[in-house]
């Protein structure tokens, strides 16, 4: 007996002398308590030179955490930078701006710009002062351009559901210009509450987009982590339209797809917002096919990337709504390692 | 053709060795059927949701116990499994749903490799199922076995793969006995990428003596398998360490059982540049269990502690996943939202259950249990526990038992201050028939708790105060010999309002989600059972679950449901 009242209490010794910390999580009086301004959102500096790798620090102190949105937008140009988050001190380099974009087109040299900040759940919005572009950033190259839609005489495969479809490149499209260069791919279609959500396709061969005779694209790695996919897609903010990127594969490599029993990856984006929005994903985020009889079975039951034999877009509705909705998509690329930056 | 007769011949055969007892067959035959219509308040302005849903399944598992020598036996359970929707066979699985080898090795060691139900302490190894677990109404009770049944849940078990091995030492010069368990299990599969393989190690030693004294260690140890990912270094470690004493004592006819546990958690995220550094984390527990002479009284006294950074993957993982989809109405309003579970499915609905282990401390429902919901290791706890039971002379005629848990945290969650928890249960199962002198079996049963959260603090800032209520009542009288009438009635309320933590892959708390809770909830049971045997019934009823909540009184609905079960053991 006295043994075990010795072991019990050694046990106790064991256990029970380490104290634990005051608290856990984030501090309940930064997310509920009431929001106020501490210190307004200001730059870093007045100008700066992205071409030799400068930056400008946004700061701002607030009396919560709370959502909020950033954005940099060139006053001339109409380029923004995008940054959301869950913060009240924006401090330490929480937001770094190297000059590179959200939406396109790109800044420009010489060229001003400003901040806005504004929050979900408050009406408030901050400005900072102007910062001066004494040089724009260098666009970084692709690794694998998919297609920038320069060339309208190129053989594009289009299908569509009814006739009200637009299904081409286009110089401009219901007043708006493209990404960059000189053209751009418009897709658009009309449809009622209770019509197909399929509303327009087009479907480019990985032979014709390199122009090289090889049926699939080559790229230098097989894993699809580290691929990504790249493209402008213009959204003009009727909440309306939802682009589905797809990826066919030839699994068996005979040089034709087959939908019923080849699998084809895709990635669906609701383009909810007005502008050109650069958008990448990598192939490790795509899905298998849910349309019955369309790529929806893999023969190998794997993502190949070296069996990739034609990349499709199609123009799909958001369930529930109706009328005429329309994409722009632009500057199509696959990068390696890290998504397309410029 | 040919398969047909190659699986007669196999049939054949094993017909043969089953004459030798070589080979025994078992199983298990289960028709289901839930015909369902959906009301209330949330149809008014659900245009999308099908009011009526039918669904069911059959199903049949065959098992082999194949004993080939006296020292080896293989266990194989296969299933067919034929959803009501599957016309034709289109909807048949067929599959392998148990197999494991175990024997004897030099008459000393026992083993087993293949499936392994592993259990081990509540602190190491240990399928909690703490939501609704107790007090369930026979009305439901071949519903709960087939949840356990088909999630391989055992007596607090995880279903894993791999091999163990068990064998006992006699230490006669110091006249103790040692029982040595070690068991090595494949947790996770890796994707030859990033997720590398992960591995469960445990061992237990347990040394007893004829004076009822037990001394006993657990440790289990989780880990991923360097380069079995190519493009990750990353590497998760947990390892537990638990150590227990008990000693039986007998004073003037009563029985006592003391006892005390204490352990020490550690966790890693190895290569991980963006992993904190994890404190280690600690538990203790002492317990003080009393029986009278006659063993118709008993009494416990339990003080816990454990300790915030305590983690143990194999004690906190959650049978019951409170995101997962429900079997019928899985999405309701025209934004086809989720439906939240309601205690009717985590009563009776398996697709609401999962079957693996997984380092995160995942979501919990605070109305259906807020005190331990991760079981005795739910960290951040301490606390007493006091537990008082009667049981009557002739056993099962009656039983009363009561329970009255203190329990605070240990560190607040985004506040200095702390929640503090107070828990008062009540059962008692009373076999009326005896007392009123009836021939047929006439039982009742009731189950009480509420528990209460409090955490003092500024209004809508850190206070907390949520009440829950959780009422299960049920009876069963015997019409004709084997047919039962089953009625219950159970009813969970909760008021009040809770911060639920969300947490990062590292399980730290990042965020509170603010939640206003004034939650109703009833289940409604009527109907009849007929037991053909003791592992063999047929129950058909009617359910009606209803649920409102006032903070959406628009989405207040109920379900009408008539379901048949016939359920098969042999």
Redesign the interface.
Known sequence: ?KN?LM??FL??I???C?K??????????D???EFKVIEPLRASQKTVDFKSGGSVEFKARLSIRTNWTLEVIGINSGARKVYTG?AKDFENGLINWDGTISFAPFFRKNESAYARLSFENYPDTLYSDTVQILESRPTPSVDILIDDFESPQRPYNTFQEGQQAYNSTAVNFQGVGPAEKTRFYAMSGNHGPTASLFLCGMNLSSKISQGTGNSYFQFATD?P??LFFNAFIYGWGDNKAELSIEFQEDDNQDGTYQPAQEGTYTYKIPVNWTGWKLVSFSYDDTKISTSGGFGNQDRNGKKDLDRIIATQFLLLAQP?TSGITRIGLDFCSFTYNQPFMP | MKFIYTYILLLLSLSALAQDKKVEFFGAGRFSLNNSNLTGKLIESDTTTARKQLNGATLFDLGFHIRPNAETEIKAITRVQNDLNGFWGAGINFYLRELYLRGLLLNRISYQVGDLNTRMTPYTLFNQQVEMAQGNPMALETFREIIQYDRFYGENSWRQQGAQAEMTLDLQPIKHSLQIKGLIAKNRQTDF??KPDRLFAGASLELKNNYR?K?NYDGVRVFDIPKSAM?SDLAFLNIVHH?G?S?ELSLAKNNFL?S?????SQVEYQNDPLAPKL?DG???E?SLAWKSPNKSWSAQVEWR?V???FRSMGAQSRSLNTNALTSQYAYIT?RESQRALTFAEVLTDGAVYQSFLNPELKRFHPAFENINPYGKATP?RQGVNLKAAWESKVKDNASVSAGLASMRE???????NLRSFLEQTLQANVKLSSYVGMKRKWNISLWARQQQTKRD?QE???AIKLTSTQLKFGTEVELLPKLDIQLAWLNLTSEGNE?L?ERNSYN?????Q?QDCNLKQSFLIGGLNYQFSEQASLKIQYQQIANQQDIQPNNAYQINRLAILYNLFF
Do not use: H, R, Y
């Open positions: 007996m075990l072991s019990i046990l106790g064991l256990a029970g380490k634990d910390s005051v608290s856990e999580g984030p501090d309940l009086n997310l509920f308590g869950n894993n982590k580290k529930g | 990428f990033s004294f001394l493009f150590l004493l000693k003391i005390a546990q204490a352990g020490l404190e600690a538990f203790n002492f502690s300790e915030t950074g025209n951040n240990i560190t607040g969650q985004g506040t200095t603090g809508g800032i850190d911060f933590a730290q708390v990042v965020f509170f603010k």
